[in-house]
């Protein structure tokens, strides 16, 4: 079998193209997200400051506090020194934002979080209306953030992260968006037109003892080659991380969310990923039965993927399967993990039956 | 002695019938010449015998087996078109693969490529080959197995003259060789120096014959005289 693997693999020049647009993805990939990891600061820096300097206003215009406050106006002068704390805290957490003093920003901004449910509970209202979020949320933020800070992790503000391993796992997640996986296979596919169907299959058949190794192999290979692209994507997009993300520390066990780590999200996206390889490479031999003209097959396979990208979320099979895989804890339809098991069902048995019949062009 | 065995063999592409109800037993060893006109069908049975398609009804059998891969790996050597080719891979590449797959040495590949006078450009790619070339290659890997049935598919098609030449003296050296050849093809002049045994596709049967004078006055007696019936 490892000859029938050598006669697919000697093709240097593909492997290289390959590779190339691999690289170019994880740049991309790690390109946008510096990108948008710098407006979310920005913006995030400037809302901080805002709110400094509204606090500040407010607190230089409060009157001096009394030596004896009366009772019932205790809870005002708790709030003010509590907003005089938050000036400080959203300041500092400001300045280290600006700076990317990561470590820094999540010290002030989990301080500035304790700051912020201590003014709720001692003037409810106020916290609130300072982050335009809920209790529980604000709570759960806190929570998250004294976690992170105390393990000597940085917080990922929103989903951007620069940290070598976040923007590996956001780039395997882009690599797992259905219409990638079926964009890249097509592309390998095409350019590899005798993994699926030429003459040179009629010759692999009668060349090879047992025909279904002909099948492992294609399979195989066509896996393989989809593996290897979103290998070097991802490695590339975590050597751009360790160039532009170094004041961020983030482990695989960084809080995603409640439920969720990051290293069980990498683990999850890793038990995705090969049996969506799996499938889209049988989605393009499934091709190579439906549709005879190459032109046809590539057409019908950019309707699948442009279809996978573009239906809503619970009409998406795909996109369904992917939420299921990498969120477990949520509730959500498993019909489509049945879809996707039918159609892999059938795939397989177009494959075997197509072992049984060649295919190709006919001099005769 | 290898036995190959059609019986009330049809076969049709989409209700297009190429066989209907073909039954035919070869057991002499020699070369046989398929004849008939383009797109009557001489590939098709090429392919039903190696089981890369399947007959509507009747029994293909090879040696009374029915053709499952392993059996036709084992039995038949099929000298496909040279469109089959890897054109990245050399010659070489292509005769180390099927002698690896066969068990075949280092040594059966040299006496093929002289056989088939290969040497000045086995190293290439086959992609920047000629097509005598590349079918002279084609060839040589179906001679490699060294198996009790050949099928050639049209190897004189489009050939030079030294080709030509080369393929013609295999040709009458197989005649002794003790397999059954199969050899489709339209060159009747050429088929005519090598065998007076023919296979002869007529309609939707198949004609086995031992035709003594020219073959293309029979093969103008069989088809244009039908054509004009």
Redesign the interface.
């Known amino acids: 079998m490892l000859?029938l693997w050598w006669?697919r693999l000697?093709?240097s020049r593909l492997l290289v193209a390959l590779a190339a647009v691999a690289m170019l993805l994880g740049s991309g990939v790690a390109g946008v997200t510096y990108w948008r990891k710098a407006q979310e600061e920005q913006a995030l820096a400037a809302r901080l400051n805002r709110q400094v300097e509204d606090l500040a206003q407010e607190v230089a215009q409060a009157p001096a506090k009394p030596k004896q406050p009366k009772a019932a106006e205790r809870p005002y002068w708790q709030a003010l020194a509590l907003k005089k704390r938050l000036v400080t805290d959203q300041h500092h957490a400001a300045s280290a934002l600006e700076v990317r003093d990561y470590r820094g920003f999540t010290r002030n901004y989990a301080a500035a979080l304790t700051t912020t449910l201590a003014l709720e509970k001692v003037q409810p209202g106020s916290g609130l209306a300072l982050t335009q979020t809920t209790l529980a949320a604000l709570k759960s933020r806190r929570r998250r953030a004294l976690k992170v800070a105390a393990s000597g992790q940085t917080l990922i503000w929103s989903t951007w992260s620069l940290a070598p391993r976040a923007l590996a796992a956001r780039c395997l997640a882009f690599l797992a968006w259905a219409p990638v996986v079926v964009f890249v296979a097509i592309g390998a596919g095409a350019l590899w037109r005798?993994l699926f169907d030429t003459?040179?299959w009629?010759?692999q058949?009668?060349?090879?003892?047992?025909?279904l190794h002909l099948q492992a192999v294609d399979l195989g290979v066509g896996v393989s080659l989809l593996t290897g692209f979103a290998a070097v994507a991802v490695g590339v997009a975590a050597l751009w991380g360790l160039v532009l993300g170094g004041g961020e520390v983030v482990s695989w066990r960084y809080p995603l969310s409640n439920d969720l780590t990051l290293g069980h999200q990498w683990l999850t996206q890793l038990a995705y990923w090969l049996p969506l390889a799996v499938l889209a490479v049988s989605w393009c031999q499934l091709g190579t039965l439906a549709v005879r003209q190459l032109s046809g097959r590539l057409a019908l396979l950019l309707a699948v993927a442009a279809a996978a990208g573009v239906v809503p979320g619970d009409a998406n099979p795909l996109g369904q399967l992917q939420g299921i895989v990498l969120a477990p804890a949520r509730t959500a339809a498993r019909w489509p993990v049945v879809v996707l098991l039918g159609l892999a069902a059938l795939v397989a048995a177009g494959s075997l039956w197509r072992l049984?019949?060649?295919r190709?062009?006919?001099?005769? | 002695m290898t036995e190959i065995s059609l019986y009330q063999m049809s076969f049709a592409y989409r209700h297009h019938p190429v066989y209907e109800k073909a039954s035919l037993t070869l057991t002499q060893p020699g070369v046989y010449g398929l004849v008939g006109p383009n797109g009557s069908g001489k590939s098709t049975l090429f392919d039903l015998l190696c089981g890369l398609l399947r007959p509507q009804t009747g029994t293909i059998t090879l040696d009374g087996a029915a053709p499952s891969a392993g059996v036709v790996f084992n039995t038949i050597a099929y000298g496909q078109d040279a469109g089959v080719l890897y054109p990245r891979l050399s010659g070489a590449d292509h005769l180390r693969f099927v002698a690896k797959q066969h068990g075949r040495d280092a040594a059966a590949i040299a006496a093929v490529s002289a056989q088939l006078d290969l040497a000045a450009f086995v190293a290439q790619p086959v992609g920047s080959l000629s097509m005598g070339q590349k079918q002279r290659v084609a060839i040589a890997l179906a001679l490699l197995p060294q198996t009790p049935v050949l099928l050639l598919d049209e190897p004189l098609n489009g050939l030079d003259p030294d080709s030509v030449i080369i393929i013609r003296k295999l040709l009458v050296g197989l005649q002794d060789s003790g397999r059954i050849v199969l050899v489709s093809s339209h060159n009747l002049a050429e088929l005519e120096k090598v065998t007076n045994h023919y296979l002869f596709k007529v309609g939707t049967a198949l004609q086995e014959e031992v035709v003594t004078t020219a073959a293309e006055a029979r093969y103008e007696e069989l088809f244009h005289r039908a054509a004009t019936e």
């Open positions: 000859d006669c000697r093709r005798e003459p040179a009629r010759f058949l009668l060349t090879t003892r047992r025909r049984r019949t060649a190709g062009s006919r001099t005769a």
